[in-house]
T-cell receptor, first 111, second 117 residues
Framework: SQQGEEDPQALSIQEGENATMNCSYKTSINNLQWYRQNSGRGLVHLILIRSNEREKHSGRLRVTLDTSKKSSSLLITASRAADTASYFCATAFSEGGKLIFGQGTELSVKP | GAVVSQHPSRVICKSGTSVKIECRSLDFQATTMFWYRQFPKQSLMLMATSNEGSKATYEQGVEKDKFLINHASLTLSTLTVTSAHPEDSSFYIC?????????????FGPGTRLTVL
């Protein structure tokens, strides 16, 4: 079953612009994670934010979490063509437990 | 960092045959592993939780007799798709949690693309 919804489903931007993706979920969580997947390939873990955290940064990535609204956002700043991929949020009910994935956002960054 | 491998990376089989997919944690032990399925242009759907030394836990709607899971050791879980049919064609991905940096991070295998003719 899917826990989350992501929007937009697809996003096309120019290199250098910022990309924002949103994720909403339905139930209480332990943590929320963002992953990246290049076409037909495995997943790459980007960032984990715990339910008691509100914001986290990693390089050009910024993740926010609003547990009252049950939503999270991923911001990629100064995007590059190499950022073109599908991005998924995933929620976990316990640390190290199973992940329930959102529908994903397909990001295309044009050079 | 922690590495999870899958074998084979790609398999093509005839309808009615069984296919075994292996998931290995290469440099850490995993008492639990997870199996996901991903159809083209869709998200990952959790199929089951593989537990070392005990029965797997299947998600609702996943047939346990069709998707046999065996967690034979602390580094190996196998998923066998029995009597495969074309609708089972999909990308199968496993993951295993590993504690590092103060948190349990899921490490994903590279996936196995199954095509059933």
């Amino acid at each position: 079953s899917q826990q989350g919804e992501e929007d937009p489903q697809a996003l096309s931007i120019q290199e250098g612009e910022n990309a924002t993706m949103n994720c909403s979920y339905k139930t209480s969580i332990n943590n929320l994670q963002w992953y990246r997947q290049n076409s037909g390939r495995g997943l790459v873990h980007l960032i984990l934010i715990r339910s008691n955290e509100r914001e986290k940064h990693s390089g050009r990535l910024r993740v926010t979490l609003d547990t009252s609204k049950k939503s999270s956002s991923l911001l990629i700043t100064a995007s590059r063509a190499a950022d073109t991929a599908s991005y998924f949020c995933a929620t976990a009910f316990s640390e190290g437990g199973k992940l329930i994935f959102g529908q994903g956002t397909e990001l295309s960054v044009k050079p | 960092g922690a590495v999870v491998s899958q074998h084979p990376s790609r398999v093509i089989c005839k309808s009615g045959t069984s296919v075994k997919i292996e998931c290995r944690s290469l440099d850490f032990q995993a008492t639990t592993m997870f199996w996901y399925r991903q159809f083209p242009k869709q998200s990952l759907m959790l199929m089951a939780t593989s537990n070392e030394g005990s029965k797997a836990t299947y998600e609702q709607g996943v047939e346990k007799d069709k998707f046999l899971i065996n967690h034979a050791s602390l580094t190996l879980s196998t998923l066998t798709v029995t009597s495969a049919h074309p609708e089972d064609s999909s990308f199968y991905i496993c993951s295993a949690p590993h504690r590092g940096g103060g948190s349990d991070t899921q490490y994903f295998g590279p996936g196995t693309r199954l095509t059933v003719l």
